[in-house]
């Protein structure tokens, strides 16, 4: 399951990621996770890309320039939960930590007032979810560790 996908699947993340104002963070997350675009969707990318074609593989980083009340905090909490969970699960992420040794999620923010919208939005995306919600194993000031030896760390 991509995370295109998994955003559009009511039982992981609800209703938070549906109609047609997503669909250009749709278009750039396809272009971040390499995933097939139909015309539409391909040129929605290159409008926000500078016309550049979207990338053959998935990207390291992904930076977005964009405005106010862009939903840029929405869309981070949320690829950072799906790569903390469905991501986690398809890239077999935990067969390549260690005994003992803990995967980290990191997402950066601003200040921390921002911190804070990002985390609240994290809680908010696994509170609403009864498939995520059972993967909590202990919550922080500034992270949520999962039963799969992952956690989301914002700061």
């Known amino acids: 399951m991509n ?5 559009q699947t009511p ?13 250009t963070w749709r278009a750039v997350l396809s272009g971040a996770f390499a995933l097939p ?3 539409d969707r391909l040129a929605t990318f290159k409008s926000v890309a500078g ?6 593989e998935r990207v390291r980083e992904l930076w977005c320039v964009a405005g106010r009340r862009s939903a840029k905090t929405h869309t981070a909490a ?19 930590l260690s005994a003992g040794e803990r995967g980290v999620i990191a ?5 921390r007032n921002q911190a804070k919208v990002a985390l609240n939005y994290i809680h908010g995306l696994f509170d609403s979810s009864p ?15 999962l039963n799969n030896r992952i956690s989301v760390e914002v700061s």
């Open 131 to 145: 498939a995520l919600r059972g993967m909590i194993e202990k919550r922080g000031a500034e992270s949520i560790d």
């Open 107 to 111: 997402l950066l923010a601003t200040d």
């Open 37 to 39: 675009m139909d015309d």
């Open 51 to 56: 016309d550049r074609e979207p990338p053959s």
């Open 11 to 23: 039982e992981l993340f609800g209703d938070a990621f549906t109609g047609d104002s997503w669909e």
């Open 3 to 7: 995370i295109l996908e998994a955003m």
């Open 78 to 96: 949320a690829i950072a939960v799906y790569l903390a969970t469905v991501g986690a699960a398809i890239e077999r992420l935990t067969d390549k």
